[in-house]
Nanobody, 118 residues
Framework: QVQLVESGGTLVQAGGSLRLSCAASGSIYSINAMGWYRQAPGKQRELVARITTFGTTNYADSVKGRFTISRDYVKNTLSLQMNSLKPEDTAVYYC????????????WGEGTLVTVSA
């Protein structure tokens, strides 16, 4: 079992920056990969950024060059630094952890709302 708690979501103006954090607890040593997903109103949840235990990262095309994902193994946190925010980045952002071998099992946080005003 892994518990994930996101924080950092708020209202920000377009062009601004924001940093999201996700605190992980429980069976953290079983985590294979972690990521951030988002879901805008009326849309499906989509991958924003992902990082593996080897440090390999991948990003959605829409956030490349603006967002940076990182993981702190000492503090057991996952972060998402978001720069040059756009109104279309408005969404609930969810922290995800994949636990176990193979495709693993997905764990999710409750989400944190990011609103970018024009």
């Amino acid at each position: 079992q892994v518990q994930l708690v996101e924080s950092g979501g708020t209202l920000v103006q377009a062009g601004g920056s924001l940093r999201l954090s996700c605190a992980a607890s429980g069976s953290i040593y079983s985590i294979n990969a972690m990521g951030w997903y988002r879901q805008a109103p009326g849309k499906q949840r989509e991958l924003v950024a992902r990082i593996t235990t080897f440090g390999t990262t991948n990003y959605a095309d829409s956030v490349k060059g603006r967002f940076t994902i990182s993981r702190d193994y000492v503090k057991n946190t996952l972060s998402l630094q978001m720069n040059s925010l756009k109104p279309e980045d408005t969404a609930v952002y969810y922290c995800n952890a994949v636990v176990g071998p193979g495709n693993g099992m997905d764990y999710w946080g409750e989400g944190t709302l990011v609103t970018v005003s024009a």
